[in-house]
């Protein structure tokens, strides 16, 4: 790439560094990734505290901060937990071994807990305040007990099993996540019995109580396991009970793929197997357990003492979304319906006729994206249509892109499929919509044994008079329907020659093994994604050496890679003005003089999850500019994603789009001061706080209030992104 030429300009001065300041070099440069992710989801659970959203949101905000740690147990704390075990000692790039890392995250993480435990007693209160109760069996009234007992008997007896424990009845396997109650009891003989009652998840975690006369705004709920407490005599009747607590285990859902495999489905379905009886990493256990019936379960787990935690709070806090109710609108967010994009309407709805007028960006969930559905189902049922291909990496149940695919081969149209099995927690789903494809004879294709596929492309082939066409549809997030309602992500629509053939490219490096060389526009990972970059980050280090302007924005999910990260740490020496929007995980560490001075970095959390991925490069005209190289990719800055993974990353050529993406979504991300924080050396974050004078911005608001993309640019024009000013969290 060569560098745009433009009249010198000195615009930014690097910064010297105070006398004695001491910068950090070697593994002190960057910040682990285990600890940033607990301060991304500290921050997520902090939301739940802020009081400027709904009750039922920050219960919710509580729920998804719970889900998340749950699933960072399982995942991550399991990977370094084996290698503990399997005696590994490399370190992180940060200079940690498995144990010290393991011994910093067990810190964090119990201040989380402790800080979870506090809120939910908090939000406790203030959905009593509101008539939203979740009430224990000592408040229940005569009749509630009478309705409680029915319910038991007619609605859990059933499908409750008690179990005894003894020689002949040994410990049972305990599922993951779910609860079970240890039970001591006295037999006829007066001798002392253990038992358990796993609680099945298809029970509902909360019962909801009858409504009680004269208290219409009042709803009551009682946890299952205080439900099946009061009835447990049922359950085992001729023995005496003399105590019971429940517990609940996580266990390692980490899963490592054997090379040598040669059936990659029946693999994966062999692998989900074992991750159901992964092994405990996490033992959560009632307060009111009797030390007794504590001991019995930490030595049939065979679990150490140091992932054993006692909770004197609710057990499973991620279930607490089930206490959100539907018919306490003035609790939730106000309800918002994605908007049909107006050049498909004002086309008839004629997807291809939009793209063929003009590339087009639809912003999701703002942007419907039945847009996306249209595109495939319009492609199904033209008869002009050839060729359909896919990728699917996630998408939901009954899913209206699985069908539209198996009409589409039904029809006669050549139809291939990428589904990637290594999607986590979603293997066991895209092994079974495979076997639909398949029967309906699409070509499905899993992909590479050691690369994930997590680009999303959808290609359209159609014949046109003389001509063949390719309509290409370029997104940065999941092919799932409903996170599209919650995720902000972009999709771009064109039927560019180049970058159609570009898409033809990975395709078949996916299908045929061929690698995608020579692409003209695009770049695709593994490898041509992180050299793009690169090149680059090198060019605006040129500008800025000269003078010229020079600034780099980035957004994303997490910024993890050392080598990007160490290039920006360069470019931030040579005087770039670099800003940073990342959700969750960051192992750069911004504004230490001498290494990142220049560099700030946001993070936006609020009603909606920011998803997007984009790379803007001023190339010698400062951001924003039109001259400015703009990219949207599925691609996060993480050695997984440039390495280890069919990514796929495409420049923005047309004038609308580029100022939509530049000007527009990226400007208001940066100017985001209402759900905003700053990102600090040390991996912390406060949150950001408007100057005196200063109007109030939310982006996800801007964004659902304005009707269109277009026409926002100048809006927003006068709006650089600001200096961040702060207060502590």
């Known amino acids: 790439m060569q560098a745009a030429k433009a009249k010198p300009k000195k615009t930014t001065q690097v910064k010297s560094k105070p006398v004695g300041a001491k910068i950090p070099t070697g593994p002190d440069r960057y910040y682990n990734r285990e600890l940033s992710w607990l301060q991304f989801n500290r921050r997520v659970l902090e939301e739940a505290g ?47 071994s498995p144990e010290q890392q393991l011994r910093d995250i067990n810190v964090v993480a119990a201040e989380l807990v402790n800080a979870k435990s506090q809120l939910w007693s908090s939000l406790k209160r203030e959905l009593d305040d509101v008539g939203l109760c979740l009430v224990e069996p000592a408040d229940l009234t005569k009749d509630d007990s009478q309705w409680l007992q029915e319910r038991f008997r007619s609605h859990l007896f059933p499908v409750l099993t008690p179990l005894n424990v003894d020689p002949s009845h040994p410990f049972p396997f305990i599922l993951n996540k779910a609860l079970t109650i240890a039970v001591n009891m006295i037999n006829e003989e007066d001798q002392l019995m253990t038992g358990l009652i796993p609680i099945p998840h298809q029970l509902d975690r909360f019962v909801r109580l009858p409504q009680q006369s004269g208290a219409a705004n009042v709803t009551r709920f009682v946890r299952i396991e205080a439900v099946i407490g009061l009835f447990i005599q049922e359950l085992f009747p001729s023995f005496q009970i003399k105590d019971h607590g429940a517990f609940r285990v996580l266990r390692d859902s980490d899963i490592e793929f054997q090379e040598e495999a040669e059936d990659l489905t029946a693999a994966y379905e062999a692998l989900l197997r074992r991750r159901r009886r992964g092994s405990v990493i996490r033992l959560e256990l009632e307060g009111r357990t009797s030390a007794c019936l504590r001991k019995f379960v930490i030595e049939k787990l065979d679990v150490n003492e140091e992932v054993v935690f006692v909770k004197t709070s609710l057990l499973g806090l991620a279930d607490v979304s089930k206490l959100i109710v539907n018919d306490r609108p003035e609790l939730l967010f106000r309800p918002f319906n994605p908007r049909f994009p107006e050049r498909v309407e004002e086309l008839s709805g004629d997807v291809f006729a939009a793209i063929k007028a003009k590339d087009f960006v639809v912003h999701h969930p703002y942007e419907s994206f039945e847009v996306v559905l249209r595109y495939l189902r319009q492609a199904v049922q033209d008869p002009s249509v050839m060729a359909i291909k896919w990728t699917l990496y996630r998408t939901s149940a009954e899913s209206p892109i699985v069908e539209a695919l198996q009409e589409a081969a039904d029809l006669g149209k050549s139809v291939t499929a990428v589904v990637e099995l290594k999607a986590r927690f979603d293997e066991s789903a895209n092994i079974n919509l495979s076997r639909q494809l398949e029967q309906a004879g699409v070509h499905v294709v899993y992909g590479f044994q050691q690369l994930k596929t997590h680009a999303k492309l959808g290609m359209v082939v159609r014949r046109e008079g003389q001509a063949v066409v390719t309509y290409c549809h370029i997104g940065t997030g999941n092919y799932h329907p409903q996170t599209a309602r919650i995720y902000t992500d972009l999709s771009y629509f064109t039927d560019d020659p180049a970058i159609a053939r570009d898409v ?130 599925s691609a996060d800055i993480m050695q997984r994603n440039l390495n280890r993974r069919v990514e796929a990353m495409v420049p923005i050529t047309n004038s609308t789009v580029h100022e939509q993406v530049l000007d527009q ?51 927003l024009e006068q709006h650089k992104p600001p200096r961040l000013r702060l207060k502590n969290s």
């Open 504 to 633: 033809a490219k990975v395709f078949n490096f996916v299908t045929g093994y061929g690698k995608p060389s020579d692409l003209e526009m695009m770049a695709a990972s593994p490898h041509g994604i992180r050299q793009r970059i690169v090149e680059h980050i090198d060019e605006e280090i040129q500008f800025a050496k000269q003078g010229q302007p020079a600034a780099i924005w980035f957004k994303m999910n997490s910024l993890v890679d050392p080598a990007i990260i160490d290039k920006l740490y360069e470019a931030s020496n040579a005087g770039l003005q670099i800003d940073l929007v990342i959700r969750g995980i960051c192992c750069l560490r911004p504004g230490i003089p001498g290494l990142s001075e220049n560099i700030r970095v946001k993070s936006i959390i609020g009603r909606f999850l920011e998803h997007s991925r984009i790379y803007c490069f001023g190339q010698g005209h400062g951001l924003p500019s039109r001259r400015a190289a703009v990219y949207i990719a």
């Open 50 to 96: 802020n009081p400027n959203h709904p009750l039922l949101e920050r219960l919710r905000f509580l729920s998804i901060s719970a889900s998340n740690l749950d699933e960072f147990f399982m995942v991550r704390a399991a990977g370094l937990y084996g290698q503990v075990t399997a005696g590994v000692t490399e370190v992180s790039v940060d200079g940690k």
């Open 665 to 715: 979504v990226m400007r208001a991300n940066l100017r985001d001061n209402e759900q905003s924080w700053e990102i600090l050396a040390d991996g912390s974050h406060r949150r950001i706080e408007r100057a005196e004078g200063e109007s109030r911005f939310n982006a996800h608001e801007y964004f659902m209030t304005n009707p269109s993309l277009s026409g926002r640019g100048q809006a």
